[in-house]
């Protein structure tokens, strides 16, 4: 059995993990053992499901990490072994779990959160020149990355506010923008996104004055105000006629059949009706536009378009022989807010 088998059966043994509103407790681990069975620890600590690829060499490691949180603990293991790593651009990290592949480590300057972690993922410079005027910006391209049971992403429900309060350049001058002071606005923007802007992230481009990206800034202060939906799973049998209570209502399965077949394979569809308990409250105020299933290939994302109106919707599963035997959807109940403080020193890209 391959070390990503074992992991993946360990991760199904640990039940849930921590509930979406909570943070996970810190984490101490001080001792030398496999990759294998550090990630082990580490899912029976957080409660976060994690995998290895089969392909990563399970090396032994030696840890010596007291009261971290979870992707403190996380990137050091990386860092220690070398060859392993979560999230290479322009995907960051999971939902529901996180998994190791095998790749070099790349360090990025980041700023720790009990339970999300921020960093910076590029720096630019911008030049716009006009008719009558010339102007010369930078950018820093900030992203904050959602523990595997929160997520934080667009589709999730989540908003993000970002702001800087304090920036400085090599020299110690501030290259804060001044107030009301905001971006040129470009005809054609080529580099908005960060290089990391998909998986469970919510990136943001962050206007600053002109500054040497080559010799960087030497701080950065700010914060992330997250407005995030608390959600709970709601999982049905793919049988006609089968029915889950949530939250927010009953969700029945209404078709379950062979919608179409192509040289990918077939394409089944699931016709579902949520039952709700509030009948003005549109699908998309109440159900994520993604769900989960059990696919020949392990656990599989897929997004589905709920319509504007009317409680009735279809999820379309692909490349599947037969048709999985349940599939997840993620219910809101609401939302809460929390602000999330980074602080990076020494912000640089330049080799050497």
């Known amino acids: 059995m391959s070390i990503g088998a074992r992991l993946l059966l ?15 407790p810190p ?3 001080e001792k030398k053992a496999t990759l294998q069975d550090l990630a082990a620890e580490l899912q029976t600590r957080t409660g976060a499901r994690l995998q290895i690829d089969s392909s990563v060499e399970n090396k032994v490691l030696d840890l010596a990490l007291k009261k971290v949180s979870f992707f403190e603990a996380v990137d050091q293991i990386c860092r220690v072994h070398g060859a392993v ?19 070099a480590w790349t360090e990025y300057p980041t700023s720790y959160d009990p339970s999300f972690k921020v960093i910076v993922s590029d720096l630019a410079r911008v030049k716009s020149q006009v008719a ?7 950018r820093l391209y900030a992203v904050l990355f959602g523990p595997p049971w929160i997520p ?19 020299d110690g001058r501030s290259v804060l923008e001044a107030k009301g002071e905001r971006e040129p606005e470009q005809r054609i923007d080529f580099a908005f996104q960060p290089t990391i802007s998909k998986g469970n992230v919510a990136a943001r481009a962050l206007f600053l004055r002109s500054f040497d990206i080559d010799r960087g800034l030497k701080l950065v202060r700010g914060t992330v105000e997250a407005t995030l939906a608390d959600t709970s ?16 209502g009953r969700i029945v399965v209404n078709a379950a059949k062979e919608h179409d077949r ?14 709700p308990k509030n009948d003005r409250i549109p699908l998309g105020k109440v159900l994520e536009g993604r769900f989960r299933y059990p696919g020949s290939l392990g656990t599989t994302w897929t997004s589905m378009e709920l319509p504007l109106q009317g409680h009735s919707f279809d999820a ?5 022989a037969a048709l999985p035997k349940e599939l997840t959807l993620r219910v809101r109940q609401g939302e809460r807010k929390t602000v999330i403080p980074f602080e990076f020193r020494d912000v640089s890209f330049k080799k050497g």
């Not at 799973?233 to 939250?247: F, H, N, R, S």
């Open 27 to 29: 984490v101490t681990l």
């Open 10 to 24: 360990c991760a199904l043994a640990l039940g849930n993990p921590p509930a979406w509103s909570q943070e996970a």
């Open 132 to 138: 009558d005027a010339e102007r010369e910006w930078c």
């Open 233 to 248: 799973e709601a999982t049905l049998i793919l049988e006609v006629g089968k029915a889950v209570d949530t939250p927010v």
């Open 152 to 170: 934080v992403d667009y589709a999730s429900g989540a908003r993000m506010k970002w702001s800087i309060s304090e920036a400085v350049d090599a």
């Open 85 to 103: 790593r979560y999230f290479e651009p322009p995907t960051g990290g999971g939902f529901g779990e996180l998994t190791l592949r095998a790749g």
């Open 262 to 275: 192509n040289a990918d394979g077939t394409i089944w569809r699931v016709g579902l009706t949520l039952e």
């Open 316 to 320: 379309l599963i692909t490349r599947e």
